[in-house]
């Protein structure tokens, strides 16, 4: 196999006020492989990519390719010379068929007819020749995550990329879908194409990539080929220390015990029902129990009605029908401020804009919903000195990377956000916890002190709902798991019963056979 290089960028430099968010940056890709970019929150990959997409300019630095140097000011240049992306978020039209997404934008054959028939006729060979079946006429709307990336991904090869950018490209899918994914991208590097795939998830590149580069802050760690990597070796360049492996949640071998304190059941859920603008349903017939000591998880593709069942149980929004107890709380007939200061916790999906104030510093944010409680407060009178010792112990025990607790919100990080929202749920003693997506944005140490601190309150007795677009995640920590597919709740799974394809096919709508 032709092994001959098809990318090279140089001393690449790139600073976003007074983040340096690329420092001296240089990777090669070689023809006929998966080169994986691997590197946690905030470590450049996505920019690097970025830049040679023709999305950012660069501040110094150089990009040849295929042996000549070439300036990409816009993603047009970048396709022209061959370069495709496909991001995480998709820009589709929704209302618009899978033929036309992937045509729009160039040039076809009958332009004054409109007749596809030349462009449908290529498209199908493609979709043959690379293994991803789709229905061309089917709209963008009525499919599936899976389906709309096998979109983005035909619309770049019919473009006649050589080189493909795939940013994040597992995050939403099912089991199945990354399996078929891997598969099809196996399938193109043997027909010529070079494959640069960004990911955070140590088994992708692991499984898929031949060969894996590692950045940090900004920086090169090491390249290393997929034959003489290991999980250590990575995760070492990605945090720039070791890990205690035999201590570590995350590399744990030994399966987690389903040992619940009691059959006491702290949350019973029966019937829930939520109807959002024009009666439209959001969650139907949504019933479970969470016991005291029960880590219970909720798997589905984003946007399946987990954000509404999130908020359903700590009263944001109201439900239509139902009920929710909760340690014995009519909890459906309670407000969020009541339930919170009853024992309920309750990390939210979207820090950026819930349960995050930018214009409030630190310390407020961490006592945010607790400040009228003690010993925050006495007598409707916050105790700033106690606020700010507290405040200081939780900055210092969660790693939050700041210049003090009166330093403004908005100046956080995003990974420093959710370390602050995770500090603020762990502060006080609660029985029940809400967690959405809690490890998003978080390094490997942080993601592995969180999954000790959930353990930790489930061997206390605590109730806990671990809402996830992370399977592994999930499999990882629950005792229980239920699925939701599109607002309902497709079956529930006893740990004993776990098995990644089964889940994969119940986040398709699919219902248990167990």
């Not at 420092?23 to 023809?31: A, G, L, Q, W, Y």
């Not at 079946?133 to 991904?153: A, F, N, R, T, Y």
């Not at 879908?177 to 010529?192: A, Q, T």
């Given at each position: ?30 023809n006929?492989?998966?080169y994986?970019?691997?590197g ?16 950012y ?13 070439v ?50 006729k290529?498209?199908k ?34 473009r ?20 078929d ?34 950045l940090?802050?900004?920086?090169n ?36 015990k ?30 479970f ?6 880590i ?6 984003a946007?399946?009605?987990q ?12 439900l ?55 010993p925050?407060?006495r ?12 405040t200081?112990?939780l ?109 994969g ?10």
């Amino acid at each position: 196999m032709n092994q001959s290089s098809v990318l090279q960028m140089h001393g690449i430099y790139k600073r976003f006020d007074a983040n340096q968010a690329l420092d001296d940056v240089s990777i090669e890709v070689k023809n006929n492989e998966i080169y994986g970019l691997l590197g946690g929150n905030g470590a450049g990959k996505t920019t690097l990519m970025n830049i040679l997409y023709g999305l950012y300019k660069m501040d110094a630095g150089e990009i040849n390719l295929f042996g000549n140097k070439v300036e990409i000011s816009s993603p047009q240049d970048a396709i022209q010379l061959g370069i495709g992306m496909v991001h995480q978020h998709f820009l589709q039209f929704r209302n618009f068929s899978v033929l036309h997404n992937i045509v729009v934008g160039t040039r076809i054959k009958k332009p004054y007819t409109m007749n596809l028939a030349a462009e449908e006729k290529k498209i199908k060979g493609l979709c043959e020749r690379f293994g991803m079946p789709v229905d061309l006429d089917m709209p963008i709307e009525e499919l599936s995550m899976g389906i709309c990336q096998k979109v983005e991904i035909l619309k770049a090869l019919y473009r006649g990329v050589k080189i493909l950018i795939l940013d994040e490209p597992t995050t939403n899918l099912t089991p199945q879908e990354v399996d078929d994914l891997f598969r099809s991208l196996k399938v193109m590097v043997k027909e010529g194409l070079s494959i640069v795939f960004i990911t955070h998830k140590l088994r992708e590149v692991m499984s898929v990539c031949d060969r894996i580069s590692v950045l940090r802050n900004g920086r090169n760690i090491l390249t290393v080929g997929r034959a003489e990597a290991s999980e250590e070796m990575l995760v070492k360049g990605m945090v720039g220390k070791e890990i205690d492996v035999e201590k570590s949640v995350i590399f744990s071998k030994s399966e987690t015990k389903t040992e619940r304190i009691s059959n006491q059941a702290i949350v019973q859920v029966d019937n829930l029902q939520m109807e959002g603008k024009e009666s439209i349903t959001l969650l139907k017939d949504i019933s479970f129990e969470i016991h005291q000591g029960e880590i219970f998880g909720i798997a589905g593709v984003a946007g399946n009605g987990q954000r509404e069942l999130a908020e359903a149980l700590v009263g944001v929004q109201a439900l239509t029908g139902g009920h929710v107890s909760i340690n014995g709380m009519t909890a459906s007939q309670m407000s969020s401020r009541d339930l919170f200061e009853h024992g309920v916790a309750y990390i939210p999906e979207d820090r950026l804009t819930d349960g995050f104030l930018h214009k409030a510093n630190v310390a407020q944010n961490l006592i945010l919903g607790f400040h009228r409680l003690a010993p925050y407060s006495r007598s409707g009178f916050i105790k700033w000195g106690m606020v700010f010792d507290a405040t200081r112990q939780l900055i210092a025990e969660y790693n939050v990377k700041t210049t003090g607790p009166q330093d403004l919100g908005g100046n956080l990080s995003g990974g420093n956000i959710q370390r602050v929202m995770i500090a603020r749920a762990f502060s006080r003693p609660f029985k029940f916890l809400v967690a959405h997506n809690a490890t998003r944005g978080l390094d490997i140490p942080s993601m592995d002190f969180v999954y000790s601190r959930l353990k930790e309150r489930k061997k206390d007795g605590t109730a806990i709902l671990l809402i996830s677009e992370d399977l592994d995640e999930l499999l990882l920590l629950c005792d229980r798991m239920g699925v939701l597919f599109s607002g309902q709740m497709v079956g529930i799974l006893e740990r004993s019963k776990f098995e990644k394809y089964e889940i994969g096919r119940m986040m398709s709508g699919v219902k248990s056979n167990t």
